[in-house]
């Protein structure tokens, strides 16, 4: 059985948080540091327009934060409920939706992804809920919420002779190393209990939340000790950048330097992405990635349709080794059209892993 989430509702109207100053995204943040899991968010909206604004506003949300949501919004047909799903809800409420349409949507996305509004409400409250303190009494109810339960008790690391233990911090999508920092216990406890990278400052003499000041949080994702229990690794989902300096990491000073064969899929992808985009940005002549982008939206699409289908004549041969060409050949061109309709890997991967 999954894990009970706790909600707080918004009502977006035409793009904006209704009844309120903040922008969507903002009040996002705010409810995450509040401990909510989610947004139960309202879209009730009655023209094309205010649908499109407020389906905008969802996906600025999942490209700018990590935060579940639920939509209960105006759904009329399957086209409907596939805009929710694409702009990163999780859940779509069903009560309202036409019984023929909603079949079609559990046919093609599961009928779990469906829920009624009560099934939300019972654990939606108000946005100036301290939702830590929520969940702690929801647990001492025996009701199985989503709340950090540590293996291991700080008492177990072996600290240095100023009772600190080192954690290492890596972006967890990317496994990038962002920063070392140091844990006491009390900012161990802090950590575990409200889900936000917390750290004692040696230099000041005190505990400090990651972003408090600059707005570039860290929310938990995994926590692990090494063998000997003297260094920690938090993968973590990081707001904004890491470094004081602006930089994505604080590791950004070339000691050595090697040539490697990186090989790393996303690592590939996201780089021949990167060179397609550059020849977009700056234009470089006899390049036939160029070629295509003067060419326009119908000759990138009928490039996308012509190497699928060589894919599909490979996919016949014996050898394997004419149909990875064709597989290259299509994702080159694939790469292309995102980046002439604005499309990331990082939607794309965001998206796979949902389904």
Not at 75 to 96: Q, T
Not at 134 to 152: N, P, Q, R, T
Not at 263 to 285: G, Q, S
Request: glycine fraction near 6%.
């Amino acid at each position: 059985m999954s894990k009970i989430k706790l909600y707080s509702k918004i009502i977006l109207d035409n793009g904006n948080v209704k009844g309120s100053d903040k922008s969507p995204v903002s009040q996002a943040i705010e409810l995450k540091n509040k401990g909510a899991d989610g947004i139960y968010i309202v879209d009730k909206s009655t023209s094309d327009a205010e649908h499109d604004a407020n389906i905008s506003a969802m996906i600025d949300i999942k490209n700018n934060f990590d935060i579940d949501f639920v939509v209960d919004g105006t759904v009329n047909r399957l086209e409907d409920i596939k805009k929710y799903f694409y702009a990163g809800a999780s859940l779509i409420v069903k009560d309202e939706i036409d019984t023929d349409v909603l079949e079609e949507g559990e046919k093609r996305f599961g009928v779990e992804r469906f829920v009624t509004a009560s099934d939300v409400l019972e654990y939606t409250f108000e946005e100036d809920t301290d939702f830590y303190a929520k969940k702690l009494e929801l647990k001492a109810e025996g009701k199985d919420v989503c709340i950090f339960d540590a293996k291991i008790d700080f008492s177990e690391l072996k600290t240095n002779d100023q009772g600190l233990v080192p954690v290492v911090v890596q972006d967890f999508k990317t496994e990038k190393v962002l920063m070392l920092a140091y844990m006491n216990e009390d900012a161990f406890n802090n950590t575990i209990s409200t889900g936000k990278m917390t750290y004692y400052s040696r230099s000041r003499d005190e505990q400090w939340v990651k972003g408090e000041t600059s707005g570039h949080f860290q929310y938990v994702k995994e926590l692990y000790a090494d063998c000997d229990k003297d260094t920690l690794l938090a993968k973590v989902y990081q707001v904004g950048v890491a470094c004081h300096t602006g930089a994505e990491s604080c590791f950004f000073n070339d000691i050595i330097e090697s040539e490697i064969d990186n090989t790393n899929p996303m690592k590939v992808f996201e780089e021949v992405y990167n060179v397609i985009l550059d020849r977009k940005e700056n234009p470089k002549e006899g390049s036939y990635t160029n070629y295509l982008f003067d060419k326009g939206i119908d000759k990138i699409l009928k490039k996308v349709g012509e190497e699928a289908t060589e894919i599909v004549i490979a996919a016949k041969n014996p050898d394997a080794q004419e149909m990875k060409y064709e597989i290259s050949d299509f994702l080159y061109h694939v790469m292309v059209l995102m980046a002439e309709r604005g499309v990331t890997w990082e939607d794309i991967t965001e998206e796979l892993s949902r389904r």
